[in-house]
């Protein structure tokens, strides 16, 4: 059953903005009240600037950059909007997919309905006809400063809502040409005619910048939920000793992050037995203990399993900042101008900078570097896992079959490395890398798009990361339950152990084709199928 979503321009959240990128069958309507209001501005604007006497108001009536102060004369203004759009249409690579293209029409739509762009409503029933159809603009993913807006890629998006024959679009999973798409949905003209300021509207904002920065904050929210999983296998299969995750010590440093991530671990490894004083006095076959000496106890282990609350804390911490400054920005006018009722009736144009990207630059550069130090820490404990000297024992490699014919899984941990260290490069912040673009308009720019592409190529190289912790931590666990035989896992850390064996059968005959098991480790975090089975078993752990 479909769900309808109505838009005002200021109670939009960021699920709901996911949902719409990600399900399809969810309809976007504007709301009554943004209607009216959208209407009341623009009926003045026609009523009492459309002439060329009026105020020169930029981007309406005047030029762009360093035009600005050239007169767009009446006449000219329609043609002003579509050559404004070839003008701007100088972006390249390959196209953002098409969550991010649903998103940017949903966002671009919803800073409309504020009502300070002063677009035409009919500009923004074309925005949410798209939405509705399925049609998704494509927009190239470079090209983009992130200061006047991102220009670059909404000039493609303006080009496919307008129906320029050299739009293009992905409808019904075809790539084809904006008009045709248009006429196969049967959404109104082909040719949709644009008016004083619709283009400059529909161009300005760092709206991609938005979109792909919002969707890569939900992953990266899930990504923290599933590595708090993926720590809680490893430490059941290292065996791990659980005082580093006691409550007091969390609260005599009490950062709410670090709290939450030790307070997730003691709730999904409640009941656990394997990480008691019995099950680490067993000796596994791989283990090196000193004939001589007789076992003691481990005190503590080493700061990949240890110090895990002290690293996912930060992250939690970071996205709560980011989520707040995507939560404003959803809700803002980023538009340049912009309109504003005056007292005693009428409105008023104002130029300012609302369309400069930096809050998202910045929010996008910390999620990058919050993301990277994540992925780090689970690549190390991945690492100790297939080595028995780090590992108190488990099966090197965590082979299986004949030693020596069978390899096990250090490639599978060394092309961990690999996204580690792409990550590491990734998270060099681009937010401080202005360059002067358009003649020196332009002098001080933010490079938030590439901030928030880049943070979400960290995010999905994480999710692979994430997701080969839980697949060799339950290759752990199967691999030493006979020798481990009557101790038991926690209650959340068994349900994850079971989902992951559900979908991936224990490797016990010998190497096999890893790629696949590579891929379907990721969808346990893509899906959310493994923190789906624990939340059914234990509730809401965070």
């Given at each position: 059953m479909?769900?309808t979503?109505?838009i005002?321009g200021?109670t939009l959240?960021?699920?709901?903005?996911?949902a719409?990128?990600?399900?399809?069958s969810i309809?976007?309507?504007?709301?009554g009240?943004?209607r009216?209001a959208?209407?009341?501005s623009?009926d003045?604007?026609?009523?009492n600037w459309?002439?060329?006497?009026?105020?020169?108001?930029?981007s309406f009536?005047?030029?762009?950059?360093?035009?600005?102060d050239?007169?767009?004369k009446?006449?000219h203004i329609?043609?002003?909007?579509?050559?404004l759009?070839?003008?701007h249409?100088?972006?390249?690579?390959?196209?953002?997919d098409?969550?991010?293209?649903?998103?940017?029409?949903?966002?671009r739509?919803?800073a409309f309905a504020s009502?300070?762009?002063?677009?035409?409503?009919?500009?923004?029933?074309?925005?949410?006809a798209?939405?509705?159809?399925?049609?998704h603009p494509l927009?190239?993913?470079?090209g983009?400063v992130?200061a006047?807006?991102?220009?670059?890629?909404?000039a493609?998006?303006?080009a496919?809502?307008?129906?320029?024959d050299?739009?293009e679009v992905i409808?019904?999973?075809?790539?084809?040409?904006?008009?045709?798409a248009i006429?196969?949905a049967g959404i109104?003209?082909?040719?949709?005619?644009l008016q004083?300021k619709?283009?400059?509207a529909?161009i300005?904002?760092?709206?991609v910048?938005l979109a792909v920065?919002l969707?890569?904050?939900?992953?990266?929210?899930?990504?923290?939920?599933?590595?708090?999983?993926s720590?809680?296998l490893s430490?059941e299969?290292?065996?791990v000793?659980?005082?580093?995750?006691?409550?007091r010590i969390?609260?005599?440093?009490?950062?709410?992050?670090?709290i939450?991530?030790?307070a997730a671990i003691?709730t999904?490894?409640a009941?656990?037995?394997?990480t008691?004083h019995t099950a680490?006095?067993v000796?596994?076959?791989?283990e090196?203990?000193r004939?001589d000496?007789a076992y003691t106890?481990?005190i503590q282990d080493?700061y990949s399993?240890r110090?895990?609350?002290?690293?996912?804390g930060?992250?939690?911490?970071?996205?709560?900042?980011?989520?707040?400054?995507i939560?404003?920005?959803?809700?803002?006018?980023?538009?340049?101008?912009?309109?504003?009722p005056?007292d005693?009736?009428?409105?008023?144009i104002?130029?300012g900078?609302n369309f400069?990207g930096q809050y998202l630059?910045?929010?996008?550069?910390?999620l990058a570097?919050a993301?990277?130090?994540?992925g780090?820490i689970?690549?190390?404990?991945?690492?100790?896992?297939i080595?028995?000297?780090?590992?108190?024992?488990?099966?090197?490699?965590?082979?299986?079959?004949?030693?020596?014919?069978n390899?096990?899984y250090?490639?599978v941990?060394?092309?961990?490395?690999?996204?580690?260290?792409?990550n590491?490069?990734l998270?060099?912040?681009?937010s401080?890398?202005s360059?002067?673009?358009?003649?020196n308009?332009e002098?001080?720019?933010s490079?938030?798009?590439?901030?928030?592409?880049?943070?979400?190529t960290v995010?999905?190289?994480?999710q692979?990361i994430?997701g080969v912790e839980?697949?060799?931590?339950a290759?752990?666990?199967?691999?030493t339950?006979e020798?481990?035989?009557?101790?038991?896992l926690?209650?959340g850390?068994?349900a994850?152990?079971?989902?992951?064996?559900?979908q991936?059968?224990?490797c016990?005959d010998?190497d096999?084709?890893?790629h696949d098991d590579?891929?379907?480790?990721?969808?346990?975090?893509?899906?959310?199928s493994v923190r789906d089975?624990?939340?059914q078993?234990?509730g809401?752990?965070?």
């Amino acid at each position: 059953m479909s769900t309808t979503l109505a838009i005002d321009g200021f109670t939009l959240t960021a699920d709901q903005v996911a949902a719409v990128a990600r399900d399809t069958s969810i309809t976007v309507t504007l709301a009554g009240t943004a209607r009216a209001a959208l209407k009341e501005s623009r009926d003045y604007i026609e009523a009492n600037w459309m002439h060329d006497d009026a105020p020169m108001m930029y981007s309406f009536n005047t030029g762009v950059g360093l035009l600005k102060d050239t007169r767009v004369k009446v006449e000219h203004i329609g043609l002003f909007q579509t050559q404004l759009i070839k003008a701007h249409a100088a972006g390249m690579g390959e196209p953002f997919d098409e969550q991010v293209s649903r998103a940017t029409m949903l966002l671009r739509a919803n800073a409309f309905a504020s009502n300070y762009s002063a677009p035409r409503v009919e500009v923004v029933d074309r925005l949410l006809a798209f939405i509705n159809a399925g049609i998704h603009p494509l927009m190239p993913q470079k090209g983009s400063v992130g200061a006047s807006g991102d220009l670059a890629p909404l000039a493609y998006l303006a080009a496919a809502i307008a129906g320029f024959d050299e739009a293009e679009v992905i409808y019904k999973g075809a790539r084809m040409r904006a008009p045709e798409a248009i006429r196969q949905a049967g959404i109104g003209e082909v040719k949709f005619e644009l008016q004083a300021k619709d283009a400059s509207a529909l161009i300005n904002g760092c709206t991609v910048s938005l979109a792909v920065a919002l969707l890569a904050a939900r992953d990266a929210r899930n990504l923290l939920t599933d590595a708090c999983v993926s720590l809680g296998l490893s430490l059941e299969a290292m065996r791990v000793e659980m005082s580093a995750f006691d409550e007091r010590i969390h609260r005599a440093r009490p950062h709410p992050g670090q709290i939450k991530a030790a307070a997730a671990i003691r709730t999904l490894l409640a009941g656990s037995t394997r990480t008691i004083h019995t099950a680490r006095a067993v000796q596994l076959p791989e283990e090196v203990r000193r004939a001589d000496i007789a076992y003691t106890p481990r005190i503590q282990d080493v700061y990949s399993l240890r110090c895990a609350p002290q690293v996912y804390g930060p992250v939690f911490d970071a996205l709560d900042y980011i989520d707040g400054i995507i939560a404003r920005e959803i809700n803002s006018a980023t538009d340049n101008p912009l309109i504003f009722p005056k007292d005693g009736g009428g409105f008023e144009i104002i130029s300012g900078g609302n369309f400069h990207g930096q809050y998202l630059a910045q929010a996008a550069d910390l999620l990058a570097m919050a993301i990277t130090d994540l992925g780090s820490i689970c690549e190390r404990r991945i690492a100790r896992l297939i080595d028995p000297g780090m590992s108190w024992g488990l099966p090197r490699n965590l082979m299986s079959g004949i030693r020596g014919v069978n390899t096990g899984y250090p490639v599978v941990q060394c092309s961990m490395s690999a996204l580690v260290m792409e990550n590491r490069t990734l998270c060099m912040p681009g937010s401080v890398d202005s360059i002067p673009a358009k003649g020196n308009s332009e002098d001080h720019i933010s490079n938030s798009t590439w901030c928030a592409r880049k943070a979400a190529t960290v995010v999905a190289n994480t999710q692979y990361i994430v997701g080969v912790e839980m697949l060799l931590a339950a290759q752990g666990l199967t691999m030493t339950e006979e020798a481990l035989d009557g101790f038991v896992l926690g209650k959340g850390t068994q349900a994850a152990y079971d989902e992951v064996r559900r979908q991936i059968a224990a490797c016990l005959d010998g190497d096999r084709w890893f790629h696949d098991d590579i891929a379907v480790a990721r969808s346990f975090v893509t899906s959310g199928s493994v923190r789906d089975a624990v939340v059914q078993k234990i509730g809401a752990f965070l």
